[in-house]
């Protein structure tokens, strides 16, 4: 039984708990088991297992929330950052907005003396190190929420009105551009495995040459306590690394999923968390073409989930775009005026 349960305020739940739900497993059909133990027979206090020691088995019942909706939830809560206690509202692109350059986060500068339309986001690396390190990569809040609006708008629109032009142009680009991509995870994943391999090889031959006395007892331990590291780090490394290889495979048949999202939303008015982290995985800003100016050329690049980043704009009656290089090299330029 709870002893500290207040029935009194059923709804009343603690940061905690909910943190606890959004962290849970089960909630995907899983169950995961052996997360305890104790100290002994006789010390009954519980001990949580390291996750190598936890048992997961997969599909076990009918999941509550998908799997798209779980990776969201995660990384929210990754990038998850607090706002200053004079400022009421979160950043609505926290997590998302990134330096094209330095590939860090971009932080919003906000103040009480600053007006709203005047909160401006800037490259964590130069605010913390300086123009030795990155440069500032300043945008005001007020035009990034513009320019993604309106991409988000016209890539759902032709998504839902030209279903086959934007399938076929999606198409194209993954089999372009997610074919080198799978090809060089399968590439790392593959010298991975061969690394644990030789460990093996390498660590039983060291154990023979010690029982043989061609190896001393120091050398062994030290020889083996690298062996082993560098086992371990490749043992939690192999599963992250499968696990983007199955993402990667399976994000080139999504386009589907992305039309079906566009359905859902057919009239986007305004920029909400949970529209930006259902179309889009991450956005970067590049810097101004020319230093100190407002009004010079800075590109935008919006990646999109599901379907990536789309490089050339589709007008009503056009054909799936051509490509002109590779997608990844494509940036949406945009004018802003301040």
Request: glycine share 4%.
């Amino acid at each position: 039984a709870c002893n500290h349960l207040d029935t009194t305020r059923p709804y009343s739940w603690c940061g905690k708990t909910v943190a606890n739900i959004l962290e849970n497993i089960v909630y995907l059909g899983h169950t995961l088991s052996m997360k305890h133990t104790t100290l002994s027979y006789k010390n009954k206090k519980q001990i949580k297992r390291p996750e190598s020691e936890q048992i997961l088995v997969k599909n076990t019942h009918a999941p509550l929330v998908s799997q798209e909706l779980w990776e969201i939830v995660q990384e929210v809560r990754r990038h998850k950052r607090r706002p200053p206690k004079h400022m009421e509202e979160p950043n609505l692109f926290s997590g998302l907005a990134y330096c094209s350059d330095c590939g860090q986060y971009l932080v919003l500068c906000r103040t009480e003396k600053m007006r709203e339309d005047q909160y401006y986001f800037r490259c964590s690396t130069y605010g913390k190190r300086g123009k030795d390190a990155c440069t500032p990569h300043q945008i005001r809040e007020v035009d990034l929420k513009q320019i993604v609006l309106d991409d988000l708008r016209r890539v759902t629109h032709f998504a839902r009105m030209k279903e086959r032009q934007f399938a076929e142009y999606i198409n194209q680009k993954n089999t372009l551009e997610l074919r080198r991509e799978i090809n060089r995870v399968q590439k790392e994943l593959d010298a991975m495995r061969r690394r644990d391999g030789e460990l093996s090889a390498l660590f039983k031959r060291l154990y023979e040459d010690n029982v043989l006395g061609r190896v001393t007892n120091e050398q062994f331990r030290m020889l083996s306590a690298d062996y082993n590291g560098e086992q371990k780090e490749l043992e939690s490394a192999i599963p992250a690394k499968e696990e983007q290889l199955e993402r990667l495979k399976a994000s080139v048949s999504n386009v589907d999923a992305f039309i079906e999202k566009a359905k859902q939303y057919t009239a986007i008015d305004e920029l909400t968390p949970q529209l930006l982290r259902l179309f889009i995985q991450r956005i970067e800003i590049g810097e101004r073409t020319k230093k100190h100016s407002r009004s010079a050329g800075q590109s935008v690049r919006i990646v999109y989930r599901d379907i990536g980043a789309l490089d050339t704009p589709m007008r009503e009656g056009d054909h799936a775009p051509r490509m002109t290089k590779e997608i990844t090299e494509k940036e949406a330029i945009i004018r802003l005026l301040a």
